[in-house]
C-alpha cells in the first residue's frame, strides 16, 4: 500500500491506478478513480499504514479468505462500507489492491467526501498552526497548497 501511496502523494496517478481493481466499464476513468480514492482516503483517514500487516499473505486472524484484507471503513448515507484490498499480480509481482467492490463505492464517497464538522475542526487547527509561523514560511505553506488544488 506504500507504494500507491507513494505515487499518489507524487501524482503518479497511472502508477497510483496500478493497485485499484477498476470495475468493468470503468477503465476509461482509472485515473480519475485513483484521484478521487486518494482525495477520499486523505480526508477521512479510514487506513492506518502502521496497522497493515507486513506479512505477504496480510492478516490470517480476520476471518477473511487469505486474498482479502479490510484495511478499514468509510461511513456514507448512514452506512459503514468495507475499505478492502485483494492479492493481485502483474508481470511486475504480487501486491495488494483495493477491490473493485471498494472501488466501485469511490464515486459515492467523492461526493460525500467532506465531513463539514471534521472538516472545520482540522482547517482551523491547520490554520492556527500556520498563522503561529514567520510570513515567510505562512506563504511558502500557503503557496504550495494553491499549486495542489485541482
Same mark, same amino acid.
Given at each position: ?87 493481485? /499480480?502483474?508481470? %511486475?509481482?504480487?501486491? +495488494?489492491?483495493?477491490?473493485?467492490? @471498494?472501488? #466501485?463505492? &469511490?464515486? !459515492? ?10 472538516? /472545520?475542526?482540522? %482547517?482551523?487547527?491547520? +490554520?492556527?498552526?500556520?498563522?503561529? @509561523?514567520? #510570513?515567510? &514560511?505562512? !506563504? ?11
Amino acid at each position: 500500500m506504500r507504494e500507491f501511496f507513494d505515487a499518489a502523494n507524487e501524482r503518479r496517478w497511472s502508477d497510483a491506478a496500478r493497485y485499484l481493481v477498476i470495475p468493468a466499464g470503468e477503465q476509461a476513468r482509472r485515473d480519475e478513480l485513483t484521484r478521487h480514492l486518494k482525495s477520499v482516503l486523505d480526508i477521512r483517514r479510514p487506513i492506518d499504514l502502521e496497522t497493515l500487516s507486513g506479512e505477504s499473505g496480510g492478516r490470517l486472524d480476520d476471518r477473511l479468505p487469505g486474498s482479502l484484507e479490510q484495511v478499514g471503513t468509510i461511513g456514507t448515507r448512514g452506512h459503514a462500507q468495507p475499505v478492502r484490498l485483494v492479492r493481485s /499480480s502483474d508481470a %511486475q509481482g504480487d501486491f +495488494w489492491a483495493f477491490s473493485a467492490t @471498494t472501488v #466501485s463505492h &469511490v464515486d !459515492d464517497w467523492y461526493a460525500d467526501r467532506i465531513d463539514h464538522e471534521t472538516f /472545520s475542526t482540522r %482547517q482551523r487547527a491547520i +490554520w492556527e498552526r500556520i498563522e503561529a @509561523t514567520p #510570513s515567510e &514560511v505562512r !506563504d511558502a505553506v500557503l503557496e504550495s497548497i494553491r499549486k495542489r488544488l485541482p
